[in-house]
């Protein structure tokens, strides 16, 4: 290694990505490092997400370290990711059984989400907090910002997935793949909406017809969405669930090697209560906790700009303060965010400057952060979770 580039390395030290607390060249995110005769200095700093909230701040810093080098006259920074992968390795996917809390296996990935690097469920204790509404509008935000997403529906009671992105009636492909033994197998071709692979029971349903299975059938039909679709290579794969803590959530923890939970709540106490019974739930089978987001957090009426906190105030912090989980945001009681529900216009592909449409895009690069910080964690020490 020249000199020149032994002095870089000393000043990219300097340089920490602020969210992994820790230097660009122990978190192995400098490459293609190189420095030319005339003080011309070039490299690549990889990130962990593309959704990356600190993108600007970490190429300035970069920048400014290698500026103050003696002899360096230009720097030229190219800025990428390679999202973190947040799936439990397999020896590991025992890593809070091993401390003795989670009496579930996880079983093997089939062909199908082997190369999905985070899934993420999106959870609330009660109905109709706008789960749905966040994960379509965080699938989409993530997607925009540059992620390979994918959105599952495990909510077979009540699948709105479809509507709210305007996939009503579509019939997804049936392609052949194969399984680790070399047999064939039907495999499932996600629906895509502005780069995001949607995949959900009512695709393969009339649209006035009830599911009524139970919990064996909604286990198997889940492990299918999880294994024989033809997923790809993603970055995230968000689930958005069924209100509470029964049958779905116990079979995403048993079939999906889920990177962790978001919660969603609005400040109401009784939302904030069923949400801590979730929070229970997952911790207890030895699930990180990424997030709670707090939905129609107040209105501002447009004719008198003021803010209306109509389900209380502040729940949402509070219960991820009790529970030491990052607070993700808010996101304002809107009409257009109903609108875009009910249209399949979601808000931050129809109108992604607006405030509802950047409270999402913000709320889904805190996320992608909060998972980097999970995955780098996980991988720092032994395997066990949080
Ligand atoms: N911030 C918001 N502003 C305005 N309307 C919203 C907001 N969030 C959600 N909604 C609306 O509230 C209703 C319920 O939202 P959603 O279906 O996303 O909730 P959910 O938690 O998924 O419900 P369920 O528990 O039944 O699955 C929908 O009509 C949606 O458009
Ligand atoms: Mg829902």
Redesign the pocket.
């Known amino acids: 290694m020249s000199v020149c580039t032994q002095v870089l390395v000393d000043a990219l030290k300097t340089v920490k990505d602020p969210e992994l607390d820790n230097d660009l060249i122990s978190l192995q995110m400098v490459k293609d490092l190189a420095c030319s005769e005339k003080g011309e200095v070039s490299l690549t700093v990889v990130l962990t997400t593309p959704a990356c909230p600190l993108k600007e701040q970490i190429e300035s810093d970069v920048r400014r370290a290698l500026m103050r080098v003696r002899g360096v006259k230009k720097v030229t920074v190219t800025m990428t990711a390679e999202t973190s992968d947040g799936t439990v390795p397999a020896e590991c996917s025992g890593g809070a059984e091993a401390s003795g809390k989670n009496p579930m296996h996880p079983t093997p990935a089939g062909p199908g989400a082997e190369k999905v690097r985070n899934i993420i469920g999106v959870s ?1 204790g ?9 994960a379509v509008n965080l699938a989409c935000a993530l997607a925009k910002l540059g992620a390979r997403v994918g959105l599952l529906d495990a ?1 077979f009671h ?1 699948p ?1 997935i479809p509507i709210m992105l305007g996939l009503g009636g579509v019939i997804p492909e049936i392609t052949q793949g194969k399984q680790a033994n070399g047999e064939p197998i039907d495999m499932i071709v996600p629906v895509e909406r502005d780069g995001v692979k949607v995949v959900s029971i009512s695709f393969f349903i009339k649209e006035d017809e009830p599911v009524i299975w139970r919990g064996p059938m909604l286990h198997s039909a889940l492990n299918q969405f999880m294994h024989q679709v033809d997923w790809g290579e993603l970055d995230y794969l968000v689930v ?1 669930m ?2 509470g803590t029964g049958d779905i959530q116990i079979s995403l923890i048993q079939t999906a090697r889920l990177t962790g939970v978001i919660h ?1 709540t609005t400040p109401q106490s009784v939302s904030v209560l069923d949400v801590a019974k979730g929070v229970a739930l997952f911790k207890s089978q030895g699930i990180a906790q990424l997030g709670v987001i707090e ?2 957090s107040y209105f501002i009426s447009p004719a008198t700009h003021e803010k209306t906190f109509i389900f209380g105030q502040g729940g949402g912090r509070q219960l991820a303060e009790k529970f030491g989980i990052p607070f993700l945001g808010e ?5 257009d ?2 609108v875009g ?2 249209t399949g216009n979601p808000v931050v592909l129809a109108s992604p400057d607006s405030a ?1 449409g950047q409270a999402f895009i913000s709320i889904a690069k805190c996320m992608a952060a909060a998972i980097s910080v999970a995955n780098v964690s996980r991988r720092g020490g032994s395997c066990e979770h949080d």
Not at 126 to 134: C, D, H, I, P, Y
Not at 331 to 335: A, G, S, T
């Open positions: 609330s009660k109905g109709g907090v706008g789960k749905s509404t966040v909510d009540g709105n958005d069924p209100p969603v939905n129609m996101i304002p009681l809107e009409v965010i109903r529900g009910d509802a």
